[in-house]
């Protein structure tokens, strides 16, 4: 059905948008995070900013606010820990902080708000209470046993994502060059 499916095309338009931004993620990881939110039902601008808004706030941790601290304590997990992860494995740090939220409903959305801004905390709770579909998306992308099935899931030639995914990085680079 086509509600569990996100299609190539807006898959595309998410990274685009989120473009060199979450340079840490690499395409694959980036078209399945922001597949899964298209899954889940989420805007492809707010999937793109989301997605950003996720990297960004993670690896930038040790000089957040006051409220980000708050939230990263609630979790039980430090800004230095989280911060040196993200530069290693940013997908699987994403994860172990939506995952270490859901020990804390009631009060998940406004600890992931605290972590990933007032715009995002509600998307990032759903992220983390979907975390089997986007492990799903993340297999789907990922090695020889993969191999064709996210064409068939998202109707995407890989080697053209990559390359608009290089293009788009690019594009970024250069836009803030000439800025």
Do not use: C
């Amino acid at each position: 059905d086509d509600n569990a499916k996100s299609k190539g095309s807006d898959i595309i338009d998410v990274l685009q948008r989120v473009g060199g931004l979450a340079s840490q993620l690499d395409y694959k990881q980036a078209a399945a995070l922001g597949s899964t939110f298209l899954t889940l039902g989420t805007p492809a601008e707010v999937a793109a900013s989301a997605t950003n808004a996720m990297v960004r706030e993670l690896s930038i941790a040790t000089v957040q606010g006051k409220n980000f601290m708050q939230g990263l304590d609630a979790l039980g997990l430090s800004a230095e820990k989280v911060q040196k992860s993200m530069s290693v494995d940013a997908m699987g740090t994403i994860i172990s902080v939506l995952e270490a939220s859901k020990k804390l409903a009631p009060d998940q959305v406004a600890n992931l708000t605290q972590i990933f801004g007032k715009e995002f905390g509600d998307d990032a709770q759903k992220l983390a209470n979907n975390l089997p579909e986007l492990r799903r998306q993340i297999e789907l992308t990922q090695g020889a046993a993969a191999k064709g099935s996210m064409n068939r899931e998202s109707d995407i030639n890989k080697a053209s994502l990559s390359a608009q995914w290089q293009l788009t990085k690019t594009g970024a680079v250069n836009a803030f060059s000439s800025a």
